[in-house]
């Protein structure tokens, strides 16, 4: 099953066209099908609130911002769960450096990410589930695990998952051993591991670490076993869609998948596995030591959300992404491209319906063929790049439409809601709000009017550069003048 161009009152239509997603553990594209039944769970790890998060958390965030609102469009119910690390060894470690609480410190940066995520238009996760508030959740979990022999004890140090006792482990990333694009800084270590690849599901307390009481003694959760036990708190031990950065896929998203399978013996614990590129500085990886670490504050301090969520939508989202100032200035430019066709739309008042024009697509089917072809390229593993360009080929398209008078008020106003409907996908199309234009640039421009109609073309000129000098711009159509702030 899936989607739709949506009917005329905005519900989801099927079409019956399948949708396709790229599976990370198949490594092949699949035919979506919902593990139960219409409704979708689906997982996506959270941030480790350390620090202020950075765009290329912006990166992944915005990417299953899109992938779920369109779920949800095709018609779906979608549980959208993200999980918050707000304790862990890099919390622990940035706290100390600066004197700190640690749950003081993750307190105040996941507020900050909320309001980042909030900034950023992202607004599909249904729950964020902080890791200290499931302690209990995650204890329960570890405690079957000791049951079923999978975990051993290392004395002053913490409980340890045996990879040799899974058989599988592996399965997801095809190996067992570390690479360089791993998340490997947190890789547990200790001389006393059975086997290189072992990881701690339970630390021991040590002076200043936020702890809690368990019964193998107080500590705090390893990292891995906090989405494995949130998980089965809201969804069971099996779900649809687990997603993240391709960084967490070894040993992270490996590790998830032993917790899990070996302590509910079910199979698979997530259908399918989604994993999105790296975003990339100028080429080179983010980091505070080279001066390229970018926050989503700073950058929302330049530029607009709408331009970034275009540039992250532009590239596939398995595809790596170099962020460069040139391509986030030529994504502003391409949403101001986007709201002034959507201006002009909103300005078009001729009654008349001209559905007979020399354009190859009518216009009475003009809107529906980019909905049509938005979701052939969404239910193709969510091919935003092809959206993106149809979207700019139609804004090409209507502009030309515009000039040559063949929209009726009519036509621009269905032009206008469809695309309002897809960027309730995507959430590229910023809110416009004409500014008032004062009394005086009004005067300018109707006496400009009168000059073009009598063919006064040195006045309507002088007129036009007065205009400008004043702050504003004036682009002529067939509709009259559109007078802009600059
Ligand atoms: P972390 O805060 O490092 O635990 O990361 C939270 C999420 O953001 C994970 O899914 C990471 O894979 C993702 N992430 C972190 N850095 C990047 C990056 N540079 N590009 C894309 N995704 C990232």
Redesign the pocket.
């Known amino acids: 099953m899936i989607c739709i161009p949506f009917d005329s009152f905005g519900a989801p239509e099927y079409d019956g066209n399948v949708m396709d997603i790229f599976n990370s553990l198949s490594r092949k594209k699949e035919e979506f099908k919902p593990l139960f039944d219409e409704k979708i769970n689906m997982f996506?790890?959270?941030?480790?609130?350390y620090d202020s998060?950075?765009?290329?958390?912006a990166?992944?965030?915005v990417f299953f911002d899109v992938a779920v609102k369109f779920l949800r469009h095709a018609g779906y119910t979608v549980f959208y769960l993200q999980n918050v690390?707000d304790i862990d060894d890099k919390v622990i470690i940035r706290a100390r450096e600066l004197g700190q609480n640690p749950l003081f410190l993750s307190r105040h940066y996941a507020r900050e990410y909320f309001q980042d995520m909030n900034e950023l238009k992202i607004s599909s996760v249904s729950k964020y589930a902080p890791a200290t508030k499931y302690i209990p959740h995650i204890i329960v979990q570890i405690k079957r695990l000791v049951q079923k022999g999978y975990v051993y004890t290392i004395s002053e140090d913490g409980l340890y998952f045996d990879i040799k006792k899974f058989s599988e482990y592996g399965k997801l990333s095809g190996r067992t051993a570390a690479e360089a694009e791993d998340?490997v800084s947190r890789i547990d270590d200790s001389i006393k591991k059975r086997n290189r690849g072992d990881f701690c599901v339970w630390k021991f307390e040590k002076p200043g670490e936020p702890s809690w009481a368990s019964p193998w003694g107080i500590g705090r959760p390893g990292w891995h076993i906090e989405d494995t036990a949130i998980s089965e708190h809201f969804f069971g031990p099996q779900y649809d869609i687990h997603?993240?950065?391709?960084?967490?896929k070894f040993p992270h998203h490996e590790s998830e998948i032993a917790q899990q399978e070996a302590a509910s013996g079910r199979k698979p614990f997530v259908k399918y596995w989604m994993h999105?590129?790296?975003?990339?500085v100028t080429g080179t990886?983010?980091s505070k030591s080279l001066k390229n670490f970018i926050t989503i504050r700073d950058l929302l301090k330049k530029y607009s959300a709408e331009s970034f969520r275009l540039l992250v939508l532009q590239n596939h989202y398995r595809s790596p992404?170099n962020f460069t100032n040139g391509s986030i200035r030529a994504a502003e430019e391409g949403i101001k491209r986007i709201a002034e066709c959507i201006q002009r739309l909103r300005k078009i008042t001729n009654h008349k319906s001209q559905i007979i024009n020399k354009f190859r697509v009518p216009n009475s089917k003009y809107s529906n063929d980019l909905r049509e072809k938005f979701c052939e390229a969404m239910n193709d593993d969510f091919d935003t790049p092809k959206v993106i360009a149809e979207i700019f080929r139609f804004i090409t398209d209507t502009n030309k439409r515009i000039d040559a008078g063949e929209l009726s008020k009519k036509d621009a106003r269905e032009i206008l809601v469809s695309l309002k409907r897809i960027d309730s996908v995507l959430g590229i199309i910023p809110i416009i709000k004409q500014k008032k234009i004062p009394e005086v640039i009004k005067k300018l421009s109707e006496e400009r009017e009168r000059c073009r109609k009598e063919k006064n073309w040195t006045n309507a000129d002088a007129i036009r550069q007065e205009i400008e000098q004043k702050g504003y711009s004036v682009k002529d159509g067939p509709d009259g003048p559109l007078v802009q702030k600059k």
């Open positions: 996506v790890c959270g941030p480790t609130v998060s950075h765009i290329g958390h990166r992944t965030y690390t998340a997603g993240g950065g391709i960084d967490l999105t590129g790296h975003l990339q990886k983010m992404l």
